[in-house]
Structures are given as structure tokens and as C-alpha cells.
């Protein structure tokens, strides 16, 4: 398991949310063919390597019962906030708890009390970066796993299971992950991400979520001669700017399951000015109250300038998966009870952001998100545990054969 993590971390798959191409970043398909032919060299005669950089592959059934087809699927590339170049991996053996002080750069120090989680790790083998690049735990650990537990399967025949599907995909990190995944061909009834954090936690929840733009339109005259007469629209965004509320419903102030209504950018000159703003919310009647506040609050600022006009516009981006899986509650519940069999206490949660999942899941593929033991993501402080990645792999093991079990 270790082993193949250590594989895929030392090649570069950095994602490129400038690049219009699909894949963003043409080495990405480098870990895509090592993936394809160490699946070709288990076994696995269909796995191929597509031209938008997925990595499609099929572990037969070996069981007469008629069992739904299940996916795993991880993402291949890392976050463009942090180089993923040269990445020199060490591993802590048998850590004794306190700091990780990391080799290649000594101001670079996982803290024990900024990072809570490691103090469940005490004899656990942890893998970091050397502290000059991210580790790519994210989400390599979810692709190894998969690997790994592939690898087993195919070992070990007398485990009976229906069709597995394995998912790879690039640009997840960019927002772009599912957008050019073929489900027809993948053909699976449900899916899984194995991209969470902190072993044992299932998360069947995401955001959801809109984008709103308002468009200001202001009366511009020339200064010298603008009394009485000029309504600014760089002010009128301001003023409306300055009401949002400021204790609460916005992501600094905001927590859990509360959601929040927060400027992402502002542009403008006398004439016209336009805020883009994010709505987020666990479900649709939050995001409709936060729309409403927000144009509660424009209309009244609005009042002060009975010559300028505006006009809100909304978009909606992504929604709740638990809309989805809540449908299909042997889901979560086979998910729950494959944690519970490698010993750990299941988790359930939610996210404060989305998945691919939350795409896949409304694309038709009902997908929550396993947890791959990654930690401190998108960071130089990246760490993961041998021991959490070995749990995941023993979850998705014991998935497979829960499903065939109970069907
Ligand atoms: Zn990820």
C-alpha cells in the first residue's frame, strides 16, 4: 500500500485552472498510463486510459447473485496552490506524538496543537512531503487504496463481490473533475469518492450552492458639473457592499451547517458596476432566504439612487447530494457497516464545500465521499498515515462484500 503511494506522489499532476484543454495539464496522463498498465499487469483487460486523461476499469463479478455495479473513484490531480514539483516523501516510523519538523525546509513544522488530529496517530507511520512541495495525499491515498484493494480482490477469488468500477479523474481540483466522465460507459449504480479526510468518516452531505451577480447601472455626468445630478456606481456597490451582514452568514463568522452569502469580486467605473457573489447553504430554502436578504438589501440601498437601476442575477452551481443518496439508503448504510468491520466507529458528516460527488450524484450516480486519511491538504504541511490508509482499504474491501452479501 505504502509502496504505491510513494509511486504516484513522485510524479508531478498538477492541474491548471487557466488551461482551457482537457486535461488542464497534459502530465496528469502520465500517472493515468502508470495507473492503467500496473491495472492491465493485475488482470484487469479493460482498463484504458481516455483521451480527456480518465482512467476507466472494470473488476469483473465473480458471484451468481445479481449485485449493483459499484464504483470507487479518486482524483490524479493536485492543487494549483501548492508546487507539487519534485516531491521528496519521508515517513515518520512509529510516531511518539509532537511536532513533525520536515527535512527540506526546518520552518516547516506540522505543530501537534495546530493539528489536532495527530494525536490519534501515536504508533502510527506517518508520510509527509520534505516540507519544499505539497504531498498529494490529496488524493493519491484515495488512488492507492483503490489500487491496493483492487489488488486484493484479484488475489483472492473466494471473495465474492459483483462488478467493481474504477474511476480516475483529472482536474478535480479545478472544479473540472466529472465534466468529461463518460457514466454510460462507466456503468455503475453508485459510486464512492475515497477523497475524505480523517479516518472513519463517511460524508453523505455537501454544500449547495448558487452564484448571483449584480449589475449596477449609475447616471454619470461629468464631475464638474455632476451636482444634483451623478449617482456613482462604484458607491452604490460600495453602500451595498458595507450591508451585508457582518456577524453572521458569512464564511468568516460561520460554522457546521450554517451557510453564508459572500462577494467573490467586484468590478467597476462611474457608469456600471458589477459584485459576483457565492450563495452557500446546506439546503434550497437557505439559499433562497440568503438571495432575498441580499436583494432586500440592494433594493433599499437602491432607494437612495432613484435614477440607477440594477439587476440580480442567479445561477445555480451545484446542490446537495443528500438529495440524491437519501433515495438509496443502503448507500450509506453498507458504508457505515464496511468502516464498522475494520474496527474503527463510523462517522457521518458533511462538507462545507463540494465533490465530484455532488456532481456525480446529480449527473445520475449516486456518490458520497470515504474517507482516505488525508490531512492538512493543499499545503506543504500535507500528512497521511499508513495505518488510515490501510483502514480505507479494508472499507472498501469489506464494501464489496457487503453488497454481494446483501443482495
Ligand atoms: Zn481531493
Redesign the pocket.
Known sequence: MTERFLRYVVIDTQSDPASPTCPSTEKQKNLGRLLVAELQAMGIGDAHLDQHGYVYATIPANTGKRVPAICFC??MDT?PDCTGQDVKPQIVRDYRGGDIVLPGDPSQIIRAAEHPALASQIGHDIVTSDGTTLLGA??KA?LAEIMDAAHFLIGNPHIKHGAIKILFTPD??IGRGVDKADLKKLGADFAY?I?GETAGHIEDETFSADGATLIIEGVSTHPGFAKGKMEHAIKIAAAIVDRLPKNDCSPETTEGKQGFLHPISINGALEKATVGFIVRDFTDEGLKEKEILLENIVKDVMKGFPRSTYRLEIKPQYRNMKQVIDAHPEIIDNAMEAIRRTGLAPVKGSIRGG?DGSRLSFMGLPCPNIF?G?HA?HSRLEWVSRQDMEKAVQTIVHLAMIFEERA
Request: charged share 35%.
Open positions: 479518486s482524483h492543487s490529496d488524493n484515495g478535480e481540483e469518492t477523497d465533490t482516505a488525508e491538504f
